[in-house]
């Protein structure tokens, strides 16, 4: 059984800076193409970065130079470090495993608001 559990979310002001981590579990996790995405109010979900295990990673326009994933094949674990929030960095986001038709974790609420 595939489980992907997210935490590190919360409430945080513009400016500041929030990390993310997801515990996957059930998955060859060395081959897999680990992601976060983010869901705002009233949008659809949206890509905001990926990295398998030796490719560059990939990240949303939004977010370069503003957010750093990173995983570690020994723990099982990919982070999201997110700096310089934005409140339309505003969403739940989501850790998965190889893309849309892969796994998906619960979600955890990220909110920038002052």
């Known amino acids: 059984q595939v489980q992907l559990v997210e935490s590190g979310g919360g409430l945080v002001q513009p400016g500041g800076s929030l990390r993310l981590s997801c515990a996957a579990s059930g998955i060859i996790f060395s081959v897999a193409v680990m992601g976060w995405y983010r869901q705002a109010p009233g949008k659809q979900r949206e890509l905001v970065a990926s990295?398998?295990?030796?490719?560059?990673?990939n990240y949303a326009d939004s977010v370069k130079g503003r957010f750093t994933i990173s995983r570690d094949n020994a723990k099982n674990t990919v982070s999201l470090q997110m700096n310089d929030l934005e409140p339309e960095d505003t969403a739940v986001y989501y850790c998965?495993?190889?893309?849309?038709?892969?796994?998906w974790g619960r979600g955890t609420q990220v909110t920038v608001s002052a």
């Open positions: 998965n495993a190889d893309g849309g038709n892969g796994f």
């Open positions: 990295k398998s295990t030796s490719g560059s990673p």
